[in-house]
């Protein structure tokens, strides 16, 4: 399993390209996913909304779907992009988990309401990291670093200025819903220190620039 860039330019899980009855791609400045896909007005929350409550206004941070055709997608620049597949009842999910989103544990509301609307165990889920910001470039000061405390207990420099894995962030996220640790797809590649095919914030500080994620269960299946 890994995260590898496909010869169009997006990215993709092999994890999630072994599931045939879906199509997904993690976006780049150079390469969209070729879809058309429904994204939320996103707000660094842990809301995560069904495609059929969505509104054009609608917040949030996650979107789930179980519908063939309808893709839905995260859009960010540095903030993790995390894609999740059942292929037991052929529902996804795609969330945008930034810093805060991760802290307010977004993964696992993502699959609390996947469980609790389609009756998906978390066991049989498939999930992918996109590409994000790093913990080589995500450096951050101690007002922000004392917040992961309980993610990273066993950490004794939260008090200073120091980087975050917000891919380790996640990946114990989604443990702890119950995911399976061979079926997490990552570590992707960092958008701050991997080049000018991605956007990033915290390298650019351009407004507007986002790379799209998209995940969708293929017609008819
Ligand atoms: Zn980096």
């Known amino acids: 399993m890994s995260i590898v860039r ?18 997904h791609a993690f976006g780049t400045a150079a390469a969209a996913p070729p879809h058309v896909y429904l994204v939320l007005n996103q707000v ?22 179980n519908e063939a055709g309808l893709f839905v997608a995260a859009k960010s620049a540095d903030c993790v992009p995390l894609l999740l597949a059942d292929p037991v009842h052929h529902v996804v ?49 101690p007002e922000v670093a004392v917040l992961f405390r309980d993610v990273f207990s066993e950490r004794n420099d939260l008090d200073r200025r120091t980087t975050i894995d917000l891919w380790e962030t996640n990946r114990r ?31 650019d500080h351009i407004q507007g620039q986002r790379m799209f994620a998209a995940i969708g269960r293929l017609p008819n299946h």
């Not at 496909?6 to 199509?23: D, I, M, V």
């Not at 660094?44 to 779907?65: F, K, Q, R, W």
């Open 44 to 65: 660094h929350s842990n809301v995560v909304l069904l495609a059929g409550e969505c509104g054009p206004d609608s917040e949030g941070d996650g979107l789930i779907t």
């Open 173 to 203: 996220h989604l443990r702890q819903a119950g995911l399976l640790p061979e079926r997490i797809d990552t570590p992707p590649p960092c958008t701050c220190c991997g080049g000018k095919e991605f956007y990033s914030w915290r390298r």
């Open 93 to 141: 999910a795609a969330v945008h988990a930034g810093w805060r989103g991760s802290l307010a544990n977004i993964a696992g509301a993502a699959v609390e309401r996947m469980t609790k609307e389609f009756d998906v165990r978390p066991s049989d889920l498939v999930a992918a990291l996109g590409p994000s910001i790093g913990p080589c470039c995500f450096e951050v000061g």
């Open 6 to 23: 496909s010869p169009q330019g997006y990215f993709l899980s092999t994890l999630l390209a072994n599931e045939t009855w879906l199509s």
